[in-house]
């Protein structure tokens, strides 16, 4: 193989830097020894992550981040709720406070850390790590889950309608099972997204694959002029009517129950919105929830795509790394980069799009494009 000087001059250095002698001397340099230490913490946490991320699904399992909201405890004063000796709870302590979760409160008591003082307000996220024993179950061997050798996965059952030639087939207990958690992580989503876009000058909103209607409840406080409709598979849509009725805003607000890829959507909203839908979904899949929204709208009508994407900057990891396993695992669905969205919803029949900037990326991008 031909390679070109510069590639030629990588393949030097990465030699180089591979040779133990070289990072010897390269851990005592005092001009490289900082750099040389944050790439050796770099490389074990990776190696360390599932410890890691253990210890938070401990810490979220025994409510520890709600407790200590309300004031530091010690070991001995926790004891009894983590149902351990104080020896075992102190050492699951400590080991939270290493990784930033808690924090020390004087010699003995430990209180929020800098990472775990976002988990009580945030309920999505602990409803996520819960969630999450079913991915660590399918990674277990990850080359079989990447060559295609596993004939099922906890969580693609668990998400049974991303790959259901038959989604509507689903019985009402795993409907209310997969919508309850989808419901409980939007709310950040949703207001993050509503800060970045206003919808003061649109008349009516249709959101596709919109589950209980946690998106459209939360578009409702914030837009109380707009007409709302939402549209998920015929089980699902009862749970979101029930919700409306519910938060009294059922006579703006109505559910249709259809499969988006086979049925023919509402008319008669000018902005439709796909929250968390199409990364969920193999190219095919996501071009015909494409091309049914814009079968929806009259020309001139808007479109927002409301996802985690790829290349977010500063949040890579996050796109390709973890929902790329995650959507492997569900077996269905892929994070894109921006300019990836932007051909396909061009492909489907809309223009002008652009991506709007969000607050917090890491989790929620926007794209907006308009019906041509």
């Known amino acids: 193989m031909q390679y070109s000087l510069i590639d030629r001059l990588r393949i030097w250095r990465d030699r180089k830097l591979a040779q133990p002698a070289f990072q010897r001397w390269a851990a005592d340099s005092w001009f490289t020894r900082r750099e040389a230490a944050r790439r050796a913490r770099g490389l074990f946490d990776i190696t360390a992550g599932f410890i890691y991320s253990q210890i938070l699904y401990a810490c ?6 709600d407790k200590l909201a309300d004031g530091p405890q010690s070991a001995a004063e926790l004891a009894d ?7 075992a709870a102190d050492r699951l302590l400590r080991a939270a406070v290493a990784i930033d979760l808690l924090e020390r409160r004087g010699p003995e008591r430990y209180g929020l850390g800098k990472l775990g003082i976002a988990m009580p307000g945030n309920p999505g996220i602990a409803a996520m790590v819960r969630h999450h024993h079913m991915l660590y179950h399918d990674i277990d061997d990850p080359l079989a889950l990447f060559r295609g050798e596993l004939e099922e996965t906890e969580t693609g059952h668990y998400w049974s309608y991303a790959g259901s030639l038959d989604p509507a087939a689903d019985g009402e207990e795993r409907i209310a099972e997969y919508t309850t958690l989808m419901s409980t992580s939007i709310g950040f989503v949703a207001e993050d997204a509503l800060d970045a876009y206003s919808l003061k000058d649109h008349k009516c909103l249709m959101d596709i694959g919109g589950g209980e209607g946690r998106f459209v409840s939360k578009v409702a406080e914030r837009w109380p002029h707009l007409q709302l409709k939402l549209v998920d598979l015929p089980a699902v849509a009862e749970r979101a009517t029930k919700n409306f009725a519910e938060q009294g805003i059922g006579d703006r607000a109505t559910a249709h129950g259809c499969n988006v890829k086979k049925g023919e959507l509402p008319k008669g ?29 009259e020309p001139g009508g808007t479109l927002l795509i409301i996802e985690p994407m790829s290349e977010a900057p500063g949040a890579e990891p996050v796109g390709d790394a973890y929902f790329g396993l995650y959507l492997l695992a569900m077996g269905s669905g892929r994070t894109r980069p ?17 991506l709007v900037r969000t607050r917090r990326p890491i989790q929620t991008r926007l794209l907006v494009a308009r019906a041509v």
């Open 60 to 65: 979220v399992k025994l409510d520890l981040f």
């Open 81 to 87: 709720h983590m149902k351990m000796d104080v020896e």
């Open 269 to 297: 909203a000018d902005v439709v919105t796909l929250v968390r839908v199409i990364l969920d979904h193999n190219h095919d899949g996501a071009m015909e929830i494409l091309r049914a929204a814009r079968s929806a709208l």
């Open 338 to 354: 921006p300019r990836m969205l932007k051909q396909m919803v061009e492909e489907a029949g809309f223009g002008e799009a652009r």
